[in-house]
T-cell receptor, first 113, second 111 residues
Framework: DSGVTQTPKHLITATGQRVTLRCSPR?????VYWYQQSLDQGLQFLIQ???????AKGNILERFSAQQFPDLHSELNLSSLELGDSALYFC????????????FGPGTRLTVT | SQQGEEDPQALSIQEGENATMNCSYK?????LQWYRQNSGRGLVHLIL?????REKHSGRLRVTLDTSKKSSSLLITASRAADTASYFC???????????FGTGTQLKVEL
């Protein structure tokens, strides 16, 4: 158990809909990262937050957004969903000090029908 | 985009044998990390090697890093059926804390 929690475990929704994925980092970790894992793209970094502020951005679509709240939990919002958004979405957290091992949550499996 | 390519894509061995996986990457790195993923589940951090280190051990795991060749290898000794999983290398580069993952090696350890 990494100490990172994600909800929900599974999500099935229709095209065009909007969903919110939630992540709670390990106790004491200020950095939260979101990754997408799909069969065709592999594991891709989406976005990082550090203590409530966006720190780095990767291959995140404009239809996707994220935020980190004062209690350090984070939410990833996916809107206008398309079939190709079906994937595993992982959240990870890391310590504020180096060397920045990242600890992953169990993931949310999103299926868009 | 993927930073690393892993080789082989898939590996099948008998329990007790050693398994070696290789990872190549493209740009300079701060460190390289190896993760394990059991079938569609979360990634488990295995080991981290800094760019100024050449070799690191953790239990049955041995990682080497050759920055001149931009490559790393993960050796699992005396493999067990429970080692069956996908193994990914991931690089941390300057300018941020994002990890860039390789394509992964699927390891199957048979009894």
């Amino acid at each position: 158990d990494s100490g990172v929690t994600q909800t929900p475990k599974h999500l099935i929704t229709a095209t065009g809909q909007r969903v919110t994925l939630r992540c709670s980092p390990r106790s004491g970790d200020l950095s939260v990262y979101w990754y997408q894992q799909s069969l065709d793209q592999g594991l891709q970094f989406l976005i990082q937050y550090y203590n409530g502020e966006e720190r780095a951005k990767g291959n995140i679509l404009e239809r996707f957004s994220a935020q980190q709240f004062p209690d350090l939990h984070s939410e990833l919002n996916l809107s206008s969903l398309e079939l190709g958004d079906s994937a595993l979405y992982f959240c990870a957290s890391s310590s504020t000090t180096g060397p920045y091992e990242q600890y992953f949550g169990p993931g949310t499996r999103l299926t868009v029908t | 985009s993927q930073q690393g390519e892993e080789d082989p894509q898939a590996l099948s061995i008998q329990e007790g044998e050693n398994a070696t996986m290789n990872c190549s990457y493209k740009t300079s790195i701060n460190n390289l990390q190896w993760y394990r993923q059991n079938s569609g589940r979360g990634l488990v951090h295995l080991i981290l090697i800094r760019s100024n280190e050449r070799e690191k051990h953790s239990g049955r795991l041995r990682v080497t890093l050759d920055t001149s060749k931009k490559s790393s290898s993960l050796l699992i000794t005396a493999s067990r059926a429970a080692d069956t999983a996908s193994y990914f290398c991931a690089t941390l580069t300057g300018g941020g804390n994002k990890l860039t993952f390789g394509t992964g090696t699927q390891l199957k350890v048979e009894l």
